[in-house]
Nanobody, 121 residues
Framework: QVQLVESGGGLVQPGGSLRLSCAPS????????MGWYRQAPGKERELVAT???????NYADSVKGRFTISRDNAKNTVYLQMNSLKPEDTAVYYC???????????????WGQGTQVTVSS
């Protein structure tokens, strides 16, 4: 069973930076779109940023100009560089990807287990 594994979360002061990474736990055939979502306590999960296989990106208005999503297709990894972090960015960040496990499987949507990002002084 393929899982998405996130890393890079933690505690950071306001104005600081963090870089999140996410990759499948095992070998896969291909990955299409990848993205990051977040969920703060008491709130619904929301889109942060997405990136297609052709590197087309989309960002939530709240993170435009501060966050950058990128991917390394050779490593099947997606990154989220977060700069100028604010307390309101505090949330559990989830990785999401549309991928095919092998050449004869259909495209499935997968989620990571989440990584905590806390912005506080």
């Amino acid at each position: 069973q393929v899982q998405l594994v996130e890393s890079g979360g933690g505690l950071v002061q306001p104005g600081g930076s963090l870089r999140l990474s996410c990759a499948p736990s095992g070998s896969i055939f291909s990955i299409n779109s990848m993205g990051w979502y977040r969920q703060a306590p008491g709130k619904e999960r929301e889109l942060v940023a997405t990136i297609t296989s052709g590197w087309r990106t989309n960002y939530a208005d709240s993170v435009k100009g501060r966050f950058t999503i990128s991917r390394d297709n050779a490593k099947n990894t997606v990154y989220l560089q977060m700069n100028s972090l604010k307390p309101e960015d505090t949330a559990v960040y989830y990785c999401n990807a549309d991928l095919r496990v092998n050449s004869y499987s259909i495209i499935g949507n997968y989620w990571g287990q989440g990584t905590q990002v806390t912005v506080s002084s």
